[in-house]
Each structure stands twice: as C-alpha cells, then as structure tokens.
Nanobody, 127 residues
Framework: QVQLDETGGGLVQAGGSLRLSCTAS????????MGWFRQAPGKEREFVAA????????YYADSVKGRFTISRDNAKNTAYLQMNSLKPEDTADYYC????????????????????WGQGTQVTVSS
C-alpha cells in the first residue's frame, strides 16, 4: 500500500514562505515523478508543480513560476515544495501525488495521470 504524508502547511502573511514536505512509503519512491496540486474552496483542483523521478527536471504552473520550487530527496523518500512570496490567492489545500508511470520520460500536469495522493495540507495566506 502506497502512502503519502504531507506536512508543513499553516497560516502565513502575504509575502511569507512555507515549505511543504511529502514523505512516501510502500513504493520505490525514486522510480516515480512527483507532483503537487492544490484546491481552493469552491474551485477545481489545479496543477502546481512536478519533478521527474531523478529530480533533474521540473515544471511549474505559470501562477507559481519564480516563487515556488519543487525538489526531492530520494534517499529520504521525500518531495518538497518551497513556497516564497506567498499571495492570498495561494490559499488552498495542497496535495502531493505520484505519477502512475514508472520512470516517466515527460512531466505531466493532469491529475488523472497520478495514482496515489496524500491527504492534503492546508495553506492559508492572509493579506
């Protein structure tokens, strides 16, 4: 059974920073790309960032490019999302997920292409 546990959410003022962590178990973490998604109240879930299985490639939504950084430590089975210059519109529940494809050659943004999901961690940015 694959399990993903997100931590690091919280309340922060606009302009502040948070780092989210996603620790995986039950699968060889280093063989799968990871993604971060978010869902704000009343809105659909949206892609935030993805990182390749090796960590050599990353991809970001335009809304977070230049402010967020995705990374991973395969030795720790953990992916991270460093969020800087946070804005009130970043307020959402944040989820990490694993790509369903073994050592995928491309990074994907569609949530249906991710098979395992964490429970989510809430991020609230006050103005």
């Amino acid at each position: 059974q694959v399990q993903l546990d997100e931590t690091g959410g919280g309340l922060v003022q606009a302009g502040g920073s948070l780092r989210l962590s996603c620790t995986a178990s039950g699968r060889t973490f280093s063989n799968y790309a990871m993604g971060w998604f978010r869902q704000a109240p009343g809105k659909e879930r949206e892609f935030v960032a993805a990182i390749s299985w090796s960590g050599s490639r990353t991809y970001y939504a335009d809304s977070v490019k230049g402010r967020f950084t995705i990374s991973r430590d395969n030795a720790k089975n953990t992916a991270y999302l460093q969020m800087n210059s946070l804005k009130p519109e970043d307020t959402a529940d944040y989820y990490c997920a694993t790509d369903r494809s073994f050592r995928a050659s491309i990074l994907i943004t569609r949530d249906r292409d991710y098979d395992y999901w964490g429970q989510g961690t809430q991020v609230t940015v006050s103005s």
